[in-house]
């Protein structure tokens, strides 16, 4: 009787850990034909993504695979003393063409189109019946122009490249500006694991969510290079003979990457204040 016992004991404890909020959630289904995307050679999947500010806030992302396939994207948020500020899991349905998410504060579904080459160009809340973000590639499967859409705004970003190099997008929208630049000067690293550049504008989900989807492949092609400066906000030292309408100087942060024997960039880190430094796990 004590082996029946505990038996069912141990029962439970297995249901209710496969019943966790670590198990997806959604019931959305629907008729979806997948076209998965083709990855170039040489191609790394990011396993983990971890951010460290000097001061000691973190922020750490970590990604499930299944087989090549982007499967979901934990993040958490924690404070200078360690405390945890938020966390979100981002679960992919390829059987369904849909994305959702485990937060803290509500879950969303999104449901997804993808183009031929496999990056999505449609996303739709199937929560509220909106389209959360729609996006336009080149005929290379670079993203041109992105538009998101939330309840109280909507922003189209508009990304220029050259050479196969993202040089610099720019958002605009409702009372908003935003911008970021690029430049590839000597020792640029080529961008052999297909990494997100740093400071990319994001699309719908949070940035390191946004940048291990770019790395699967799920927003179109990564730059060919890795930037070794970045150029974003005003430089007010820069202004021009006082003169009020003259433009600012955008201000210009230098990028310095560690490679491995093999030249996979495994971190980086900018003269940005407050300093921080990402280091990068591959599967």
Avoid at 76 to 91: A, F, K
Avoid at 242 to 264: C, H, N, Q, S
Wanted: hydrophobic letters at 35%; glycine letters at 6%.
């Amino acid at each position: 009787m004590k082996f029946i016992k505990y038996l069912a004991v141990a029962v439970m404890a297995l249901v209710m850990v496969s019943c966790s909020d670590d198990e997806p959630k959604s019931t959305f289904t629907r008729e979806f034909n997948m076209i998965y995307p083709q990855l170039p050679a040489g191609h790394k999947f990011i396993k983990k993504i971890e951010r460290k500010y000097d001061r000691g806030a973190t922020s750490v992302a970590t990604a499930e695979y299944d087989g090549d396939h982007l499967k979901s994207v934990n993040v958490v948020n924690r404070d200078n003393d360690g405390g945890l500020l938020s966390e979100e899991t981002i679960h992919f349905d390829y059987k369904n063409g849909a994305v959702f998410c485990d937060k803290s504060i509500q879950d969303v579904t999104y449901s997804f189109e993808v183009n031929n080459k496999g990056s999505i160009y449609s996303l739709k809340n199937e929560s509220s019946s909106r389209t959360a973000a729609t996006l336009q590639y080149d005929y290379d499967n670079e993203i041109e122009i992105a538009q998101t859409v939330t309840p109280t705004s909507s922003d189209v970003t508009k990304v220029t490249w050259e050479n196969g190099n993202i040089m610099n997008w720019v958002s605009t929208g409702i009372n908003k500006k935003d911008s970021v630049a690029y430049e590839y000067g000597e020792g640029a690293p080529l961008n052999k694991a297909c990494l997100d550049v740093i400071g990319n504008e994001t699309f719908t989900f949070t940035a390191f969510v946004c940048a291990i989807m770019r790395n699967a492949g799920l927003y179109g092609k990564t730059s060919a290079y890795l930037p070794t400066v970045l150029k974003k906000g005003y430089d007010h030292s820069q202004h021009v003979n006082d003169d009020p309408t003259a433009p600012f100087e955008l201000k210009r942060y230098v990028v310095t990457y560690v490679l491995d024997a093999e030249g996979y960039v495994t971190s980086y880190t900018t003269n940005e204040s407050p300093k921080y430094t990402v280091t990068i796990t591959y599967k």
